[in-house]
């Protein structure tokens, strides 16, 4: 990151900090939409009993359309074609045997894809929803082990997952930073949140901890965590002249539109999501590559797209919970009365998409610190 872009990311931290805190301290009254709602002073005497939901008969009747089951005339499939080495470039793609298999339309990769702008990272903007701010099949660069280099279009899904298949790739790869060891070495960076530092700091509680009379500390390993939503990562979409139409799985849709055509270098209504059920998200139903891929093959093959994510492709290109390493510290004195707290995490992107949205050497570092002293504090 450029110390011209380290500078517009402080200033954009620094201003969305001003306005939470404005917002915060602002009466309802100013707030659009802020006055308490009216439900909350209803007594419908629902507490306790069963009550039907609304969407339950249509799911149960298999007449709740979700992203991968809207129909849309001359649509076709796509599959997408993962890298097999973590870091490195590609030197050659052949996709000749993939753009001749049966009922192929088009193969996409960085060689013929449509220019993109860079994806804005998830609440570096208030509307902001990327997964990563990495260029979406723009150049010959390979960030992780499973970046998406390629996209098949074809007439049905098992034509475009065969296709993809024979796609060949021959790489040179570089060394991949891949063990948590090595990268703890290497030192780390401040992690963000919205633009936000992620330290909060209290007192002198290394101090305190080195002083205090009783001592308890620990440290905990969390592994990589991947989503598993019952419901595939999907989107069929279809472009409409300069316009586009997202039938998405998105916990976010108005960020998802406004991403896209930030991306796609249109106008914000020029973009139109609409997600009516969700299969299941956990927080990972946003935007991710697999929308952009699907959106920029559209637009070149002229054809209405549907991308469905295999359960691989999810583990591959969906930010999860990275691996972490937490240092718990509590100091006391004699009588049980706490003198502090000690949180440090340390988190590591390994081969996946990490907190701060980039991948530069095929494994994020981010540290998250969290100190403070409480004096007085009862155990």
């Known amino acids: 990151m450029s110390i011209l872009d380290e ?16 917002v915060a301290l602002a009466p309802d009254s100013w707030v659009p939409g802020g006055h308490p709602d009216p439900l909350i002073r209803r007594q419908h005497g629902h507490i306790g009993k069963p009550v039907s939901r609304l969407d339950g008969p249509l799911k149960v009747a298999g007449q709740a ?18 890298s097999t080495i973590a870091k490195g470039r590609i030197v050659e793609i052949d996709a000749e045997a993939a753009r001749a298999a049966p009922g192929v339309v088009l193969v ?56 993809q298949s024979l796609i060949r790739v021959r790489y040179q790869a570089e060394e991949a930073a ?31 901890f080195a002083e205090a009379e009783v001592k308890v500390e620990a440290t905990y390993v969390t592994p990589r965590h991947n989503h598993n939503p019952i419901e595939l990562h999907a989107v069929t979409l279809a472009w409409d002249g300069d316009s586009l139409r997202v039938h998405d799985a998105q916990q976010v849709v108005a960020h998802a539109a406004w991403t896209l055509a930030k991306v796609f270098d249109l106008k914000e209504d020029q973009v139109v999501v609409t997600s009516p059920f969700v299969g299941g998200g956990f927080g990972s139903k946003t935007l991710w590559q697999h929308q952009i891929l699907a959106a920029a093959a559209a637009r070149l093959a002229g054809v209405p797209v549907r991308l469905v994510l295999s359960r691989e492709g999810v583990y591959r290109t969906v930010g999860g919970r990275s691996m972490t390493e937490q240092r718990v510290a509590l ?25 701060a949205g980039r991948q530069d050497e095929g494994l994020g570092h981010d540290v998250v610190r969290r100190l403070g002293r409480h004096p007085g504090m009862d155990t």
């Open 178 to 208: 891949t063990d948590f060891d090595q990268v703890k070495q290497a030192g780390a960076r401040q992690a963000q949140f919205m633009g936000q530092p992620l330290h909060n700091e209290i007192g002198k509680a290394e101090q305190a």
């Open 7 to 22: 500078a517009k990311t402080r200033a954009q931290g620094l201003m969305q900090g001003l306005m939470g805190k404005a």
């Open 108 to 163: 996409m990769t960085h060689e013929n894809a449509p220019k993109l702008k860079p994806t804005p990272i998830f609440l570096t903007d208030p509307k902001a929803a990327g997964g990563d701010g990495l260029p979406v099949l723009q150049d010959d660069r390979v960030h992780w082990n499973g970046q998406p280099i390629g996209v098949v279009l074809a007439r049905t899904q098992e034509e475009a997952d065969h296709a």
């Open 331 to 355: 100091g006391a004195d004699r009588s049980g009365k706490l003198q502090f707290d000690l949180l440090d995490v340390e988190q590591h992107g390994l081969g996946a998409i990490h907190a």
């Open 65 to 82: 359309r979700f992203a991968a089951e809207f129909p849309m005339d001359g649509m076709v499939y796509a599959a997408v074609f993962y």
